[in-house]
């Protein structure tokens, strides 16, 4: 899907480590949320509240998953899960695009 149709956005971004990582809401009429974002190069962690699925649209990355010992690289587009109250690693080494879907279950 390369655009989302009868849609709200919220104005105010979401700003992560000093600007590098950064997104806006996008909610539906049904009561989902995704976010779009950027990321900057750099390394960062993140906490889930819900099970997340991250779409890289555009960029180069390595993600390390919750209970996983060996990091896997996303170069271009690529997608990964990440469960409930976890929390994952991301070593980003060019700028990626990326759409983020949060799944409350």
Known sequence: MSQFDNVSVVKKANVYFDGKVTSRA???????????GIMLPGDYEFGTDCVEIMEILAGDLK??????????SIKGEGEFTVPANAKFKLQVTEVTDYCCSYIYE
């Open 26 to 36: 996008v909610l539906f009429a049904d009561g989902t949320k995704k976010t779009l």
């Open 63 to 72: 993600v390390l998953l919750p209970g996983e010992t060996e990091w896997k």
